[in-house]
Protein backbone atom coordinates (compact mmCIF):
# COMPACT_ATOMS: atom_id res chain seq x y z
CA UNK A 1 0.00 0.00 0.00
CA UNK A 2 1.39 3.52 -1.16
CA UNK A 3 2.67 6.09 1.14
CA UNK A 4 0.18 8.66 -0.60
CA UNK A 5 -3.50 6.51 0.81
CA UNK A 6 -4.33 9.46 2.65
CA UNK A 7 -4.19 11.45 -0.69
CA UNK A 8 -6.59 9.17 -2.75
CA UNK A 9 -9.68 10.19 -3.84
CA UNK A 10 -11.31 6.54 -2.65
CA UNK A 11 -11.11 4.03 -0.81
CA UNK A 12 -8.05 3.13 0.10
CA UNK A 13 -8.72 -0.84 -0.68
CA UNK A 14 -8.99 -0.34 -3.90
CA UNK A 15 -6.83 -1.18 -6.70
CA UNK A 16 -5.27 1.50 -9.08
CA UNK A 17 -7.32 0.51 -11.82
CA UNK A 18 -10.84 0.72 -9.59
CA UNK A 19 -9.76 4.21 -8.29
CA UNK A 20 -9.54 5.14 -11.51
CA UNK A 21 -13.05 3.67 -12.48
CA UNK A 22 -14.26 5.74 -9.18
CA UNK A 23 -13.03 8.70 -9.93
CA UNK A 24 -14.76 8.43 -13.27
CA UNK A 25 -17.63 7.35 -11.34
CA UNK A 26 -17.47 9.97 -8.56
CA UNK A 27 -16.94 13.02 -11.78
CA UNK A 28 -20.90 12.17 -12.22
CA UNK A 29 -21.65 12.17 -8.61
CA UNK A 30 -21.99 15.29 -6.08
CA UNK A 31 -19.62 16.37 -3.16
CA UNK A 32 -16.83 14.16 -3.83
CA UNK A 33 -13.02 16.00 -4.74
CA UNK A 34 -13.27 14.30 -7.73
CA UNK A 35 -16.43 16.74 -8.54
CA UNK A 36 -14.87 19.13 -11.18
CA UNK A 37 -13.29 16.38 -13.22
CA UNK A 38 -14.66 14.98 -16.31
CA UNK A 39 -13.66 12.41 -18.87
CA UNK A 40 -12.37 12.35 -21.81
CA UNK A 41 -14.92 11.18 -23.48
CA UNK A 42 -17.07 13.81 -22.71
CA UNK A 43 -14.28 15.71 -23.83
CA UNK A 44 -14.57 14.47 -27.70
CA UNK A 45 -17.26 16.62 -28.18
CA UNK A 46 -16.39 19.79 -26.18
CA UNK A 47 -15.69 23.42 -26.79
CA UNK A 48 -11.91 22.47 -26.70
CA UNK A 49 -12.20 20.18 -29.59
CA UNK A 50 -14.15 22.32 -31.93
CA UNK A 51 -11.29 25.37 -30.60
CA UNK A 52 -9.04 22.26 -32.14
CA UNK A 53 -10.56 21.62 -35.16
CA UNK A 54 -11.29 24.96 -35.66
CA UNK A 55 -7.68 25.54 -34.95
CA UNK A 56 -6.50 23.66 -38.41
CA UNK A 57 -4.38 21.56 -36.61
CA UNK A 58 -6.32 18.18 -37.02
CA UNK A 59 -5.23 17.40 -40.24
CA UNK A 60 -1.86 17.55 -39.20
CA UNK A 61 -3.00 15.61 -36.21
CA UNK A 62 -3.92 13.00 -38.38
CA UNK A 63 -0.76 12.78 -40.10
CA UNK A 64 1.09 12.66 -37.13
CA UNK A 65 -0.64 10.01 -35.80
CA UNK A 66 -0.59 7.86 -39.03
CA UNK A 67 3.03 7.79 -38.83
CA UNK A 68 3.46 7.13 -35.53
CA UNK A 69 0.40 3.86 -36.11
CA UNK A 70 2.78 2.98 -38.65
CA UNK A 71 6.05 3.04 -36.47
CA UNK A 72 4.11 0.93 -34.11
CA UNK A 73 2.57 -1.67 -36.63
CA UNK A 74 6.48 -1.93 -37.92
CA UNK A 75 6.91 -2.77 -33.64
CA UNK A 76 4.72 -5.13 -33.74
CA UNK A 77 6.12 -7.15 -36.51
CA UNK A 78 7.92 -9.68 -34.78
CA UNK A 79 5.05 -10.81 -32.71
CA UNK A 80 2.62 -10.46 -35.95
CA UNK A 81 4.72 -12.85 -37.56
CA UNK A 82 5.49 -15.57 -34.66
CA UNK A 83 1.20 -15.02 -34.41
CA UNK A 84 0.73 -16.11 -38.31
CA UNK A 85 3.71 -17.90 -39.38
CA UNK A 86 4.96 -20.17 -36.56
CA UNK A 87 1.55 -21.46 -35.51
CA UNK A 88 0.29 -22.06 -38.75
CA UNK A 89 3.41 -24.47 -39.32
CA UNK A 90 2.15 -26.32 -36.46
CA UNK A 91 -0.58 -27.61 -38.87
CA UNK A 92 0.03 -29.97 -41.18
CA UNK A 93 -3.67 -30.49 -42.59
CA UNK A 94 -6.50 -28.06 -42.16
CA UNK A 95 -7.41 -28.98 -38.90
CA UNK A 96 -5.41 -30.57 -36.46
CA UNK A 97 -5.71 -32.67 -33.00
CA UNK A 98 -5.09 -30.64 -29.85
CA UNK A 99 -2.68 -33.20 -27.99
CA UNK A 100 -0.57 -32.18 -24.90
CA UNK A 101 1.80 -32.48 -27.94
CA UNK A 102 0.11 -29.47 -30.03
CA UNK A 103 -0.51 -27.48 -26.39
CA UNK A 104 2.88 -28.17 -25.54
CA UNK A 105 4.49 -26.58 -28.78
CA UNK A 106 1.40 -23.56 -29.25
CA UNK A 107 2.70 -22.56 -25.68
CA UNK A 108 6.57 -22.24 -26.70
CA UNK A 109 5.02 -20.22 -29.65
CA UNK A 110 3.08 -18.10 -27.58
CA UNK A 111 6.33 -17.35 -25.00
CA UNK A 112 8.37 -16.43 -28.26
CA UNK A 113 6.05 -13.39 -28.80
CA UNK A 114 6.00 -10.55 -26.08
CA UNK A 115 2.95 -11.14 -24.38
CA UNK A 116 4.46 -13.03 -21.57
CA UNK A 117 3.80 -16.33 -19.57
CA UNK A 118 1.02 -15.38 -17.92
CA UNK A 119 -1.20 -14.73 -21.07
CA UNK A 120 0.47 -17.81 -22.97
CA UNK A 121 -0.71 -19.95 -20.25
CA UNK A 122 -4.16 -18.27 -20.36
CA UNK A 123 -4.59 -19.00 -24.31
CA UNK A 124 -3.57 -22.34 -24.04
CA UNK A 125 -5.78 -23.04 -21.16
CA UNK A 126 -8.75 -21.86 -22.95
CA UNK A 127 -7.90 -23.87 -26.09
CA UNK A 128 -7.33 -26.90 -23.77
CA UNK A 129 -10.46 -26.99 -22.42
CA UNK A 130 -12.12 -26.35 -25.45
CA UNK A 131 -10.35 -28.55 -27.85
CA UNK A 132 -8.87 -31.23 -25.72
CA UNK A 133 -9.22 -34.29 -28.24
CA UNK A 134 -10.65 -32.71 -30.51
CA UNK A 135 -9.65 -30.95 -34.14
CA UNK A 136 -9.08 -27.45 -34.53
CA UNK A 137 -8.67 -25.00 -37.20
CA UNK A 138 -5.90 -22.07 -37.34
CA UNK A 139 -8.13 -19.41 -37.79
CA UNK A 140 -10.22 -20.80 -34.83
CA UNK A 141 -6.70 -20.26 -32.74
CA UNK A 142 -6.14 -16.84 -34.09
CA UNK A 143 -9.80 -16.48 -32.94
CA UNK A 144 -8.92 -17.33 -29.60
CA UNK A 145 -5.62 -15.76 -29.11
CA UNK A 146 -7.30 -12.04 -30.57
CA UNK A 147 -10.15 -13.19 -28.03
CA UNK A 148 -7.89 -13.55 -24.80
CA UNK A 149 -5.46 -10.32 -25.76
CA UNK A 150 -8.61 -8.20 -26.09
CA UNK A 151 -9.86 -9.49 -22.67
CA UNK A 152 -6.66 -8.72 -21.37
CA UNK A 153 -6.00 -5.70 -22.57
CA UNK A 154 -9.56 -3.96 -22.38
CA UNK A 155 -9.56 -0.54 -20.45
CA UNK A 156 -11.84 2.21 -19.89
CA UNK A 157 -11.72 4.12 -23.38
CA UNK A 158 -9.54 5.93 -21.06
CA UNK A 159 -9.61 9.84 -21.25
CA UNK A 160 -6.98 12.49 -19.61
CA UNK A 161 -9.59 14.04 -16.66
CA UNK A 162 -10.02 17.32 -16.88
CA UNK A 163 -10.84 19.74 -14.29
CA UNK A 164 -14.41 21.27 -15.21
CA UNK A 165 -13.57 24.33 -14.45
CA UNK A 166 -10.12 25.90 -13.65
CA UNK A 167 -6.67 24.15 -13.98
CA UNK A 168 -6.31 20.79 -14.63
CA UNK A 169 -3.11 19.55 -12.82
CA UNK A 170 -0.64 16.31 -14.39
CA UNK A 171 1.66 15.10 -12.26
CA UNK A 172 4.16 12.89 -14.00
CA UNK A 173 6.32 10.84 -11.80
CA UNK A 174 8.60 7.62 -13.18
CA UNK A 175 12.22 5.96 -12.54
CA UNK A 176 15.08 8.38 -13.86
CA UNK A 177 15.86 8.41 -17.64
CA UNK A 178 12.49 6.49 -18.22
CA UNK A 179 11.49 9.85 -20.58
CA UNK A 180 9.29 12.17 -18.08
CA UNK A 181 11.22 15.42 -19.02
CA UNK A 182 10.88 14.41 -23.20
CA UNK A 183 7.10 13.22 -22.14
CA UNK A 184 5.50 16.36 -20.99
CA UNK A 185 7.25 17.73 -24.12
CA UNK A 186 5.31 15.53 -25.93
CA UNK A 187 2.09 15.84 -23.45
CA UNK A 188 2.29 19.74 -23.75
CA UNK A 189 2.80 19.98 -27.98
CA UNK A 190 -0.71 17.48 -27.56
CA UNK A 191 -2.52 19.76 -25.48
CA UNK A 192 -1.50 22.70 -27.84
CA UNK A 193 -2.57 21.32 -30.48
CA UNK A 194 -6.13 20.94 -28.94
CA UNK A 195 -6.41 24.14 -28.17
CA UNK A 196 -5.25 24.12 -24.90
CA UNK A 197 -3.23 26.68 -22.66
CA UNK A 198 0.07 24.90 -21.35
CA UNK A 199 2.03 25.91 -18.06
CA UNK A 200 5.11 23.64 -17.20
CA UNK A 201 6.69 22.73 -13.79
CA UNK A 202 10.28 21.45 -13.53
CA UNK A 203 10.05 19.88 -10.01
CA UNK A 204 13.12 18.17 -10.57
CA UNK A 205 15.35 20.03 -8.85
CA UNK A 206 17.42 17.07 -7.82
CA UNK A 207 19.42 17.73 -11.22
CA UNK A 208 20.46 20.70 -12.29
CA UNK A 209 20.05 19.36 -16.26
CA UNK A 210 16.38 18.65 -15.33
CA UNK A 211 15.94 21.90 -14.96
CA UNK A 212 17.21 23.36 -17.95
CA UNK A 213 15.87 20.59 -20.38
CA UNK A 214 12.65 21.35 -19.65
CA UNK A 215 13.53 25.07 -19.99
CA UNK A 216 14.37 24.44 -23.56
CA UNK A 217 11.63 22.26 -24.13
CA UNK A 218 9.35 24.90 -23.00
CA UNK A 219 11.29 27.72 -24.90
CA UNK A 220 11.00 25.54 -28.22
CA UNK A 221 7.37 24.88 -27.10
CA UNK A 222 6.54 28.78 -26.87
CA UNK A 223 5.10 27.85 -22.83
CA UNK A 224 5.79 29.32 -20.15
CA UNK A 225 7.40 27.53 -17.25
CA UNK A 226 7.81 27.53 -13.29
CA UNK A 227 11.25 26.57 -12.05
CA UNK A 228 13.31 26.70 -8.57
CA UNK A 229 17.18 26.60 -8.14
CA UNK A 230 19.35 23.47 -8.12
CA UNK A 231 18.87 21.67 -4.85
CA UNK A 232 16.07 23.72 -4.06
CA UNK A 233 12.28 22.62 -2.60
CA UNK A 234 10.41 21.27 -5.64
CA UNK A 235 6.78 21.22 -3.48
CA UNK A 236 7.57 25.09 -3.44
CA UNK A 237 8.24 24.62 -7.55
CA UNK A 238 5.15 22.53 -7.95
CA UNK A 239 3.51 25.13 -5.15
CA UNK A 240 4.30 28.16 -7.56
CA UNK A 241 3.23 26.44 -10.40
CA UNK A 242 -0.52 25.58 -9.67
CA UNK A 243 -0.94 29.13 -8.07
CA UNK A 244 0.43 30.72 -11.45
CA UNK A 245 -1.55 27.80 -13.01
CA UNK A 246 -4.42 29.56 -11.05
CA UNK A 247 -3.65 33.35 -11.70
CA UNK A 248 -3.02 32.99 -15.48
CA UNK A 249 -6.39 30.15 -15.72
CA UNK A 250 -4.33 27.93 -17.91
CA UNK A 251 -5.90 24.34 -18.99
CA UNK A 252 -3.17 21.97 -18.08
CA UNK A 253 0.01 22.25 -15.75
CA UNK A 254 2.09 20.15 -16.07
CA UNK A 255 4.57 19.23 -13.93
CA UNK A 256 7.98 17.36 -13.34
CA UNK A 257 9.76 15.25 -10.82
CA UNK A 258 12.73 13.76 -9.67
CA UNK A 259 13.24 10.29 -10.18
CA UNK A 260 15.59 9.37 -8.03
CA UNK A 261 17.29 10.84 -4.36
CA UNK A 262 19.51 9.65 -2.22
CA UNK A 263 17.05 7.21 -0.60
CA UNK A 264 13.33 5.93 -2.07
CA UNK A 265 12.07 7.00 1.76
CA UNK A 266 13.70 10.90 0.62
CA UNK A 267 11.93 10.56 -2.92
CA UNK A 268 8.44 9.32 -1.73
CA UNK A 269 8.24 11.62 1.62
CA UNK A 270 9.20 14.45 -1.61
CA UNK A 271 6.36 13.45 -4.03
CA UNK A 272 4.06 13.41 -0.34
CA UNK A 273 4.71 16.91 0.06
CA UNK A 274 4.23 17.50 -3.57
CA UNK A 275 1.14 15.93 -3.55
CA UNK A 276 -0.09 18.06 -0.24
CA UNK A 277 0.92 21.37 -1.74
CA UNK A 278 -1.12 21.00 -4.75
CA UNK A 279 -3.98 19.92 -2.86
CA UNK A 280 -4.06 22.92 -0.87
CA UNK A 281 -4.93 24.91 -3.87
CA UNK A 282 -7.20 22.49 -5.72
CA UNK A 283 -8.31 19.78 -3.56
CA UNK A 284 -9.09 17.02 -6.56
CA UNK A 285 -5.59 17.75 -7.86
CA UNK A 286 -3.69 16.41 -9.48
CA UNK A 287 -6.31 15.28 -11.89
CA UNK A 288 -3.67 13.26 -13.00
CA UNK A 289 -0.71 11.23 -12.27
CA UNK A 290 0.95 9.67 -14.98
CA UNK A 291 3.76 7.07 -14.92
CA UNK A 292 6.57 7.10 -17.18
CA UNK A 293 7.47 3.68 -18.40
CA UNK A 294 10.25 3.01 -20.53
CA UNK A 295 9.36 0.18 -22.73
CA UNK A 296 12.68 -1.11 -23.13
CA UNK A 297 13.64 -1.35 -19.77
CA UNK A 298 12.94 -4.87 -19.44
CA UNK A 299 11.43 -6.80 -16.20
CA UNK A 300 13.63 -4.41 -13.39
CA UNK A 301 12.12 -1.19 -15.06
CA UNK A 302 8.97 -3.04 -14.49
CA UNK A 303 9.65 -3.67 -10.63
CA UNK A 304 10.79 0.03 -9.90
CA UNK A 305 8.32 1.71 -11.99
CA UNK A 306 6.05 -0.30 -10.00
CA UNK A 307 7.09 0.99 -6.97
CA UNK A 308 6.21 4.65 -7.95
CA UNK A 309 2.75 3.35 -9.53
CA UNK A 310 1.91 2.12 -6.18
CA UNK A 311 3.09 4.82 -3.69
CA UNK A 312 2.26 7.83 -5.95
CA UNK A 313 -1.19 6.42 -6.66
CA UNK A 314 -0.86 6.79 -10.54
CA UNK A 315 -3.64 6.76 -12.84
CA UNK A 316 -2.20 5.99 -16.36
CA UNK A 317 0.95 5.09 -17.97
CA UNK A 318 2.94 6.89 -20.95
CA UNK A 319 4.93 3.81 -22.55
CA UNK A 320 8.22 5.66 -23.87
CA UNK A 321 10.90 4.47 -26.01
CA UNK A 322 8.77 1.93 -27.92
CA UNK A 323 10.34 3.08 -31.20
CA UNK A 324 13.30 1.63 -29.74
CA UNK A 325 12.80 -1.41 -29.31
CA UNK A 326 10.35 -4.60 -32.31
CA UNK A 327 9.01 -5.43 -29.36
CA UNK A 328 5.37 -3.27 -29.52
CA UNK A 329 4.02 -6.86 -27.84
CA UNK A 330 5.55 -5.59 -24.96
CA UNK A 331 2.12 -3.75 -24.11
CA UNK A 332 0.75 -6.97 -23.29
CA UNK A 333 2.90 -7.57 -19.48
CA UNK A 334 2.83 -4.33 -19.03
CA UNK A 335 -0.94 -4.29 -18.83
CA UNK A 336 -0.92 -7.22 -16.91
CA UNK A 337 1.66 -5.83 -14.19
CA UNK A 338 -0.06 -2.71 -13.66
CA UNK A 339 -3.89 -2.27 -12.88
CA UNK A 340 -4.00 1.08 -14.61
CA UNK A 341 -4.16 1.72 -18.09
CA UNK A 342 -1.72 2.55 -20.59
CA UNK A 343 -2.79 6.14 -22.18
CA UNK A 344 -0.15 6.96 -24.39
CA UNK A 345 2.51 5.87 -26.52
CA UNK A 346 6.13 7.58 -26.90
CA UNK A 347 7.85 6.94 -30.07
CA UNK A 348 10.66 9.12 -30.64
CA UNK A 349 12.81 12.53 -29.60
CA UNK A 350 10.47 15.10 -30.81
CA UNK A 351 7.01 16.77 -29.80
CA UNK A 352 4.97 15.10 -32.59
CA UNK A 353 6.24 11.59 -31.17
CA UNK A 354 3.39 10.60 -28.94
CA UNK A 355 0.05 8.48 -29.85
CA UNK A 356 -3.02 7.97 -28.07
CA UNK A 357 -2.73 4.32 -26.97
CA UNK A 358 -6.41 2.40 -28.59
CA UNK A 359 -6.78 -1.03 -27.64
CA UNK A 360 -8.80 -2.14 -30.68
CA UNK A 361 -6.42 -1.00 -33.23
CA UNK A 362 -3.15 -2.37 -30.96
CA UNK A 363 -5.15 -5.51 -31.41
CA UNK A 364 -5.82 -5.14 -34.85
CA UNK A 365 -1.86 -4.27 -35.99
CA UNK A 366 -1.20 -7.69 -34.08
CA UNK A 367 -3.20 -9.84 -36.71
CA UNK A 368 -2.53 -7.52 -39.67
CA UNK A 369 -5.32 -5.40 -40.31
CA UNK A 370 -4.98 -2.07 -39.98
N1 LIG B 1 14.02 6.93 -28.78
C1 LIG B 1 13.37 7.53 -27.79
N2 LIG B 1 14.06 8.17 -26.83
C2 LIG B 1 13.37 8.76 -25.83
C3 LIG B 1 11.95 8.70 -25.76
N3 LIG B 1 11.56 9.37 -24.63
C4 LIG B 1 12.70 9.81 -24.06
N4 LIG B 1 13.79 9.46 -24.76
C5 LIG B 1 15.21 9.73 -24.45
O1 LIG B 1 15.53 9.09 -23.22
C6 LIG B 1 16.46 9.87 -22.48
C7 LIG B 1 15.91 10.16 -21.09
O2 LIG B 1 14.75 10.96 -21.24
P1 LIG B 1 14.32 12.04 -20.16
O3 LIG B 1 13.05 12.67 -20.65
O4 LIG B 1 15.44 12.96 -19.85
O5 LIG B 1 14.04 11.10 -18.90
P2 LIG B 1 13.73 11.49 -17.38
O6 LIG B 1 15.00 11.34 -16.63
O7 LIG B 1 12.72 10.48 -16.92
O8 LIG B 1 13.19 12.87 -17.37
C8 LIG B 1 16.70 11.11 -23.31
O9 LIG B 1 17.88 10.95 -24.06
C9 LIG B 1 15.50 11.19 -24.23
O10 LIG B 1 15.76 11.87 -25.43
C10 LIG B 1 11.23 7.97 -26.79
O11 LIG B 1 9.99 7.84 -26.81
N5 LIG B 1 12.00 7.41 -27.77
MG1 LIG C 1 13.85 14.51 -16.36
Redesign the pocket.
Known amino acids: MGIFKRFKKSDTTTSPSENRDHAEQAAHSNNTPADNIKNRGDESTSAEQSKSASGGTTEQQDYDRGNLWQRLQSGLKKTRDVLKTDIRDLFKTEGQLVDDEFLKRLFAILVKTDMGGGPAEKIKSHIESQFHGRVIKFEDVLKIIRGELTELLIQPTQPVRFAQSGPSIILVV?V????????IAKLAHHFQAEGKSVLLGAADTFRAA?VQ?LTIWAERLGVDIVKGDQGGDPAAVAHRSVAQAIEQDVDVCIIDTA?RLQTQTNLMKQLEKIFRVIQNQIPAAPHEVFL?LDATAGQNGISQARGFSEAANCTGIIL?????TAKGGVIIPIRQEFSIPVLFV????QPE?LAVFKVDEFVAGLFDEV
Not at 176 to 183: E, L, M, R, V
Not at 320 to 324: N, Q, V
Request: aromatic share 0%.
Open positions: GNGSGKTTSAQGVSKLDGGQGED
